[in-house]
């Protein structure tokens, strides 16, 4: 859905502006994944993995819990649609041209999965695993 911001002008997508980095999000999930899958096979393993795991999750809660739209271009949370009385007033002063089509961003996948998917999938697989070995 197309929207507008009443900062800077720009006509377009909003931009998911989440809490936290992707860049350590995927540091934890990785390092959660490597102690999973070495407390997979070393029993003393397990306790290390079990709280870099609930530290990836509640880091990744974390984010998505304090999520806020902002705008592509000067990060403000002014974004209102299109097609709304406000809007159109604007777009009808300033003489703004909506974009005909709109390119949104793709994210990496894998089968269709992004790759933090994949990486949350796994490592609460092996976490599971390796809580039901040892305390079994």
Known sequence: MQKLCTQCFYIGVEESNIYGDFTTE??????????????????????????????????????????????SKCHSNSMIPVDSDKARQII????????????????RTILGMAFRTIFFILTVVLVLFMLYDHFS
């Open 26 to 71: 995927s540091i934890l999930w990785g390092t959660a994944f490597f102690f999973a899958l070495a407390g997979a096979f070393e029993t003393f393993l397990w306790f290390p993995a079990t709280i870099i795991f609930f530290i990836a999750l509640l880091y990744s809660i974390s984010g998505y819990t304090f999520k806020a739209c902002v705008c």
């Open 92 to 107: 009808h002063e300033r003489g703004l041209v909506p974009p005909a089509y709109i390119v949104e961003k793709d994210e």
